[in-house]
């Protein structure tokens, strides 16, 4: 989540959903409407990507030309690449060019390489960024079936979700205790702020990791390996991209544990292949985690 929050900074953060707000709601005729564009403007539309962090990064003092053309070029090179996947691999049974542009996306975030171009407490911005790209690529570009982000909520959507997250607390709860890596305590903050936690979470990690690693990774990984293998390895490289997480050094006692968060949140996800469902079971785990752990 971010910090920092100001009047530009708002500003600047509906800028960036804008995209995924409307590829959340209105996929397939957004997905329609680049199609109709010429080729060059397609791939060339998501530079525009960069404006704000231009914006902020001057209005903060810190612009660099460097970061900027970074951010203008990378969307329009997974455009590129996910324009040519589509071409090779029209039955979307993965290409190596979905692996690449995946290991660069969540290596570049999981590694915080682009930190240093955002303002203090800001980096959620630059995972935006990132989000968009991303998501202009994959549902605009490549057209991926099966992501299932479509956030026009739906009464199964919740149920998949408490349910498992029903299925997961005991479990994670006694082993998390059992490790030391959690100790119960109360963090029980007034009623609004602890909702504007749940959105924030929601809306600032949830949906993000879930995109990432059930709708992208677990979606393309079933089409090659099936859905237990791919189940269990999107969980894998989940897990993995918390070794760094609380902790200087290799923290297994968060991979293991955020590994088997991911069963439950890949269960969730593709018993109706539903982006909102294993975000639901994502925000309340790492919600009662700050209330409770």
């Known amino acids: 989540m971010m910090s920092n929050v100001t009047p530009d900074v708002i500003a600047i ?37 960069a404006i704000p962090y231009g914006i902020l990064s001057a209005w903060h003092h ?21 324009g040519q996947a589509a071409v090779a691999d029209p039955e979307q049974r993965g290409n190596w060019r979905d692996a690449i542009i995946l290991l660069t996306l969540g290596l570049t975030v999981d590694l915080r390489r682009l930190d240093g171009a955002w ?3 800001l980096r959620g911005l630059g995972n935006l960024l990132l989000l968009d790209a991303g998501l202009y690529g994959f549902l605009g570009i490549r057209r991926l079936s099966g992501a299932g982000f479509d956030f026009h909520f739906r009464w199964n959507d919740w149920k998949t979700g408490l349910r498992e997250l029903v299925f997961f607390a005991p479990t994670v709860i006694a082993l998390g205790v059992a490790l030391g890596f959690i100790q119960p305590h109360k963090n029980l903050p007034p009623v609004g702020k602890a909702l504007i936690s749940w959105v924030g979470i929601f809306v600032f990690v949830a949906v ?20 237990r293998a791919a189940l269990v390895i999107a969980s894998i490289l989940f897990g993995l991209s918390h070794f ?15 590994t088997i968060a991911g069963i439950f949140y890949g269960r969730a996800w593709r018993e109706q292949r539903r982006v909102p469902a294993s975000a639901i079971t994502h925000t309340f785990v790492d919600w009662l985690w700050y209330l409770w752990f």
């Open 62 to 82: 810190m612009f660099r030309w460097e970061w900027l053309a970074l951010y203008a070029t990378l969307p329009v090179v997974v455009a590129w690449l996910l």
């Open 208 to 227: 993000l990791e879930e995109l990432f690693f059930r709708a992208w990774v677990q979606n393309l990984l079933e089409r090659r390996v099936g859905r």
């Open 244 to 258: 760094n997480k609380r902790s200087a050094h290799f923290n297994w006692r968060y991979v293991l544990l955020a």
């Open 13 to 49: 953060t509906v800028l960036e959903f804008l995209p995924a707000f409307a590829f959340a709601l209105w996929a397939e005729p957004v997905a329609r409407a680049i199609g109709r564009w010429p080729r060059m403007v397609r791939i060339a539309a998501p530079a525009l990507l």
């Open 119 to 121: 303002p203090a407490g």
